[in-house]
């Protein structure tokens, strides 16, 4: 690998101009650290340090190329595994920068995006900076223990229910996130604890990140993993509605699925509290409180709520999996 440096520099005495797209060996500059080293005087360091300035190695500057790589490696490749992957690589990650645990649908994903495959998960905690945990909470305690865990490395849990008191990790960092397969184009909502600098960044390639202040917080945030699903559902009945009464199946999915994302977009992007926003909807005699009014009488609150209940008893450990 050839460095050049092929601009003259601005006064400089003529006897220390470079000459034209000289050749210069790339190893000869590793850090600014080496550059205050050799510099013995202060012209001889502004004309280094414009030197280096000047530098390019395959069209990149310097110091882009040295910025240090960070490895991202996945335990557990299943299902959601596969939206991060999919998020990931979409947002520009570079799969070579990206490790499998060769278990689950590694070996497709792999085939897939040219990721690479550890040999185990020893080597791939060895090898990586960030390590993933997908796997079933009930293994999760077992998968992360005993491996070759070292500071400043971090752990990210993604297991439902299991708390950071039950993840064996060593000296490395843990940390707990629940992404959502809609990770998969960059549109998961992440809620995590604590909020840890490295993998905040790897998780806000997936969508916006939700740093909460404990883990009790978490454990009820968590129970947004199952309202996503419940949401999709809501969403499956009103396109099959709408479908059975004449619509277009394609254009009555996109159109239920695009309203339910318009509803949280303005949730979301004000500061109106919900039940300001709501009422507005609400026209006294009109097809909203009338909607509204069924569900009351049916019982959706209330089944809502009880929903949410249980799935937070799940997750706390007060009702067997």
């Known amino acids: 690998m050839r460095v050049r440096c092929c601009r003259p520099i601005d006064g400089c005495p003529a006897r220390i101009q470079p000459s034209p797209c000289l050749p210069l060996p790339y190893r000869f500059f590793p850090s600014w650290h080496f550059l205050r080293l050799v510099a013995c005087n202060d012209s001889v360091y502004s004309f280094v340090q414009y030197l280096f300035s000047q530098l390019r190695v395959d069209g990149k500057p310097p110091s882009s190329l040295w910025r240090r790589t960070v490895i991202i490696g996945i335990i557990g490749v299943g299902h959601l595994a596969a939206s991060i992957l999919s998020g990931l690589v979409g947002a520009g990650v570079d799969p070579a920068d990206i490790l499998l645990s060769p ?149 009555m999915r996109k159109l239920a699925a695009l309203t339910f994302v318009a509803a949280g977009r303005l949730i979301a992007e004000t500061d109106k509290p919900m039940e300001t926003l709501i009422g507005e909807l609400v026209t006294p005699g009109g097809i909203t409180e009338l909607g509204l009014g069924v569900l009351a009488r049916e019982g959706q609150p209330q089944a809502w709520q009880a929903a949410c209940d249980a799935v937070l008893q799940r997750l706390s450990g007060r009702v067997p999996a």
């Open 103 to 251: 278990r689950g649908q590694a070996h497709a994903l792999s085939a897939r995006w040219g990721i690479p495959l550890a040999a185990d998960n020893d080597d791939l905690v060895n090898r990586a900076d960030i390590v993933l945990l997908s796997v079933r909470p009930v293994d999760a305690h077992t998968a992360a223990a005993d491996l070759p865990w070292r500071p400043g490395q971090t752990l990210v849990s993604f297991c439902a229910g299991v708390t950071i008191s039950r993840l064996e990790a060593g000296p490395a960092r843990v940390m707990r996130a629940m992404p959502l397969t809609s990770a998969a184009i960059n549109a998961s909502p992440t809620v995590c604890f604590p909020a840890t600098g490295p993998a905040i960044a790897v998780l806000e390639k997936l969508g916006p990140v939700i740093p909460l202040g404990s883990e009790e917080e978490f454990e009820v945030a968590t129970v947004n993993a199952a309202v996503y699903g419940w949401a999709q559902d809501l969403i499956r009945q009103s396109a099959n509605w709408a479908t059975a009464r004449g619509g277009d199946a394609m254009a």
